[in-house]
Structures are given as structure tokens and as C-alpha cells.
């Protein structure tokens, strides 16, 4: 690096490193979300959420949908 260039990048390193930290945070929710371990376990505490009777079964297939929807990229359907 030159030391004429330092003064000049000096001002941009925190928001240089405030995009690096928005980049790691997207590759890992996108990560979270299509990585098959995690929509399972999803899935998962959505049927036992279920079978507890937290839920009813309208709302275990809207949830369904929006965790395939996520995963697979398409808009999730409005409610209604």
C-alpha cells in the first residue's frame, strides 16, 4: 500500500467494513434457510408444534408454504 493512498482510503474502512459484515450476515441467512438440515429442522418443530396443539392445521400449511417458499425462492401467496 502506498503511504499517499492511506489518508485517502483511511475515511472508508469502516463502511468498507460494515459491507463485509452485511455480505457475511446474507451468505449466512441464505445458508440458514436452504441449507436441508435447517428447513428439516424446521419442519420439524413445525410438526410438533402441531401435534401439541399450538397450531392449527390452517396455520401449519401457511407456515409450510412460506418455509418452502423461502427455500426454493418463490414470493410467498398472500394471505387470505
Known amino acids: 500500500m502506498n503511504l499517499l493512498s492511506l489518508p485517502w482510503r483511511l475515511p472508508f474502512l469502516p463502511l468498507q467494513g460494515v459491507l463485509k459484515i452485511a455480505e457475511i450476515l446474507q451468505e449466512e441467512a441464505e445458508r440458514q434457510t436452504r441449507y436441508p438440515p ?40 398472500p394471505p387470505g
Open 38 to 77: 435447517a428447513l428439516r429442522r424446521r419442519l420439524e418443530e413445525l410438526e410438533q408444534a402441531r401435534a401439541a396443539g399450538r397450531i392449527s392445521a390452517e396455520e401449519e400449511e401457511r407456515a409450510m408454504e412460506e418455509i418452502f417458499a423461502e427455500a426454493f425462492g418463490e414470493p410467498p401467496a
